[in-house]
Every structure is written in structure tokens, then in C-alpha cells.
């Protein structure tokens, strides 16, 4: 690795603005079928596979068809942002841009599946700056857990502990400390806790910020 270091990125709340996007797609679900609390259960899911996701759904709401429930809300979600009309974060091209004419190794390591995550990459013309994804029907255990994260390092050849992870979930920064990497939290839709300060190498308002960051690192 010429620059010495790697960064490992999420995708949903990082790259893309599409955790917000997808949390309107659930409360309004949620108002049509009269479901309380689906903030809360949304905020939950924030981070994990679509596995975990189930199991988190299927206890707050243990009447309900989870697959029917997800079904529509993709439905839905791709009908307002297929076709490139995804929001990106802002500073998301520039920071991928920038890490990769330095030459810097980058892996994706999102919980979403494979399939949607190089769709929506390549409708964005992000995909050809990474050089692994791993996605989240590829490994047996969720974030928190950290077996994305150290398939990541190991695609890119890369030492854990020389791996920056970008990410604003609290799942994410957990696994990410849990692989012994270097976490910087980006904050979406939830703000850090003492927790995330403590487990974090930095926690910094956007991607602009995170650039400069490993512009100095």
C-alpha cells in the first residue's frame, strides 16, 4: 500500500443519503398500518444486515409480515431513487476521488446486499473507485460484529490496524473498533453518545472534514 493506510467505507449514511430516505419509506408504512413506535424500530436497524433487521422487526411488531412489509418499502424506495436519483452525502465523490488518485486502497463494506450496493454504486459512477466490496449477504454475522470489516482488510491485503473505517452508524463504529481499525464517525441520523467518542478515532461533521483528516493522517 503505497500510502501506508486503507479506508474502509459504509455506504448508507456515508456515501449515500439514503438511510433518511429509507426511514420516510417506513413511517409512512408505518402511519398507513398504524405501527407505533417505528422510529424507534427503524433507528435500531440502522447498521445491520437485512437478517438482523428481520429479527429486530419481527420482535417489535410480531404480528406482521416482515417480507410483505420489506417488499413494499424497496418498492417504493426504488421507485423515487433508482436510476442514479440517489442523494449522495456531500463530499462523497470528492473524498473517494481524492483517496484514489493518491493511491489509496479502498474496500466497501456495507450491510446492504451485493446486488443493490453495485447497482446503486454504478448508477452513481462510484463503483469503480473501490477496489473490493463486501456486502452483507456475504458473511454469517452482523454489525456490530467486525467479520465485514476484516474481510475487507484481507481483500485489500491490508493490516487491520492500518485501516481507517468510515462510518455514522453506532453498530458500524463498534464493529469497526472491534476489528482494531481506526474508526471516524461521520454522524447521519443519529448524534454520537459518550460511547462513540470513547470507541472513535475522531467524530467529524461530514465527508469534507473526514478528507482533511486523512489528508494529514
Do not use: H
Request: with cysteine; glycine share 6%.
Amino acid at each position: 500500500m503505497r500510502e501506508g493506510f486503507a479506508v474502509l467505507f459504509d455506504m448508507d449514511g456515508v456515501i449515500f443519503d439514503s438511510e433518511r430516505a429509507l426511514r420516510a419509506v417506513w413511517l409512512e408504512l408505518a402511519a398507513e398500518g398504524d405501527l407505533e413506535e417505528m422510529e424507534r424500530t427503524y433507528a435500531l436497524c440502522l447498521g445491520v444486515n437485512k437478517a438482523r433487521a428481520e429479527e429486530i422487526f419481527r420482535a417489535a411488531y410480531p404480528a406482521l409480515d416482515f417480507a410483505r412489509f420489506d417488499a413494499e418499502a424497496r418498492r417504493r424506495f426504488s421507485l423515487r431513487y433508482a436510476g442514479g436519483r440517489l442523494p449522495l452525502k456531500p463530499g462523497a465523490r470528492e473524498i473517494l476521488a481524492s483517496l484514489s488518485a493518491r493511491g489509496v486502497p479502498l474496500a466497501l463494506a456495507s450491510s446492504t446486499e451485493g446486488a443493490l450496493v453495485r447497482r446503486e454504486l454504478d448508477e452513481a459512477g462510484l463503483l469503480r473507485f473501490f477496489d473490493a466490496l463486501v456486502c452483507g449477504d456475504q458473511v454469517r454475522r452482523s454489525k456490530p460484529d467486525p467479520e465485514i470489516f476484516l474481510l475487507a482488510a484481507e481483500a485489500l491485503d491490508a493490516a487491520p490496524e492500518r485501516c481507517f473505517v468510515i462510518e455514522d452508524s453506532f453498530n458500524g463504529v463498534r464493529a469497526a473498533a472491534a476489528a482494531g481499525m481506526r474508526p471516524l464517525m461521520v454522524p447521519d441520523l443519529l448524534p454520537p453518545d459518550e460511547e462513540m467518542r470513547r470507541l472513535a478515532e475522531a467524530v467529524l461533521p461530514d465527508l469534507y472534514a473526514a478528507g482533511r483528516y486523512l489528508r494529514d493522517v
